[in-house]
């Protein structure tokens, strides 16, 4: 049967009202200890109430030394459980599914933020400035339980999954990456070694929330440089992921260290340009029918509509169209099909580096010429 976006769908028993996922997107409005906030709540909730089936959260991170910036959410430990309980139960009192992404940010750890040297698979140099710690065995154990954890704090705040970040140069995909891993160890060489650490995670996540709650993953499928992940490794990824028994892959790509590399490429004006993954999600498809998520340049209706009916994707996800418009999915189910608003200018990460949260600085700037 040809799938449809406004079709009810599920993944591992989280029933969903349409295809629509809001993709992970930090929105710097977490308190500086991490717990979430009321602006936080209110965002989530209106992002629910705007029609899209599962909202991802924020990147929250799942270890301190793992904290990427501030405004982060964290689920490092106990104490933000009773916040992140407000978040969910927001979203479930508009009929909307969330599921809570579990970050590591591994090299790009920030220092000042957490007190301590950022680990990494390898200490490489010319990356970043500052030490970076190669991890040891106990490191990798330590990171290995933080993800379970957080997973298991994630069920008791009433998230209806969790999603491992495994994309971005996030320490998971440091791992997957030759240009970030050059281990001589069982975690480093071949891509089966490459891929220990998140099949690791996934195994460990698995015991402790259990077989029937969501586990997703959002990874690249290549890096942006020649020295990184390139597309048939990925698949090779994908598909071990897939046999270990993860519920859905959303696909992603791209690396912090240039404007050229980074997973919100900036741009995305013609059709052509839209869904710049999809190549990757289709030959990921040709291996193994697991879930697929699609994000990167969704912006409009038919062109997701046709991904969707051809079987790349089975969901469509979106960060920074739902910046600008919230309540863009119940637009489009209303019947206005015209395109997301976004330009993708990436202006909306401004703000959140300021410390005033995300949103689209392109639309205010629009509304006061109109004054
Ligand atoms: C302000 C902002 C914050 C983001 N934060 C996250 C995050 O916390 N976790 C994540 O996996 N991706 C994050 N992303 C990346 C998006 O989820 C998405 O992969 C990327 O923007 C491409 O999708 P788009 O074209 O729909 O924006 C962020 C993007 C933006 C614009």
Request: hydrophobic residues 40%; contains cysteine; glycine residues 10%.
């Amino acid at each position: 049967m040809t799938k449809t976006l406004f079709e009810p769908s599920e993944i591992n028993g989280m029933k969903l009202q349409n295809r629509f996922v809001r993709s992970a997107t930090w929105e710097g409005l977490a308190a500086d200890d991490g717990s979430c906030t009321p602006p936080l709540v209110e965002l989530m909730e209106t992002l629910a109430a705007g029609g899209v089936g599962l909202i991802i959260s924020s990147h929250a991170y799942v270890q301190k030394v793992g904290q990427a910036g501030s405004g982060q959410l964290g689920i490092h430990n106990d104490d933000m459980i009773s916040g992140l309980k407000e978040m969910t139960a927001a979203v479930h009192g508009q009929k909307s599914k969330i599921v809570c992404q579990l970050a590591h940010a591994g090299f790009f750890g920030n220092e000042k933020l957490s007190g301590q040297t950022p680990i990494a698979p390898s200490a490489i140099d010319g990356i970043a400035k500052g030490m970076r710690k190669e991890m040891t065995a106990d490191d990798i154990e330590r990171v290995i339980n933080a993800f379970a954890t957080a997973a298991r704090r994630a069920k008791v705040a009433g998230f209806d999954g969790i999603q491992i970040h495994g994309a971005h140069g996030y320490l998971l995909s440091e791992f997957i990456s030759p240009m970030f891993n050059q281990r001589t160890d069982e975690y480093g060489g071949s891509i089966e070694n490459r891929a220990r650490l998140p099949l690791a995670v996934l195994q460990a996540i698995r015991e402790a929330v259990g077989a029937d709650y969501p586990v997703l993953i959002k990874m690249n499928c290549k890096d942006f440089t020649d020295e990184g992940l390139q597309p048939t490794e990925f698949v090779q990824v994908g598909k071990m992921l897939a046999d270990a028994g993860i519920d859905a892959i959303e696909v992603s790509g791209g690396l912090p260290v240039s404007p050229k590399t980074r997973p919100s490429q900036l741009g995305v004006n013609k059709e052509e340009q839209e869904a710049y993954f999809q190549e990757e999600a289709r030959a990921l498809r040709k291996k193994t029918d697991v879930t697929l998520i699609l994000v990167g340049g969704n912006r409009s209706y038919h062109v997701a509509e046709s991904l969707v009916a051809e079987g790349v994707a089975d969901f469509i996800s979106m960060s920074r169209p739902l910046i600008r418009e919230p309540h863009l999915i119940n637009r489009w189910k209303a019947g206005d099909l015209t395109k997301a608003t976004c330009l993708s200018d990436n202006l909306c990460f401004m703000p959140a580096i300021k410390g005033d949260g995300i949103y689209c600085v392109t639309e205010e700037r629009e509304l006061s010429k109109e004054k």
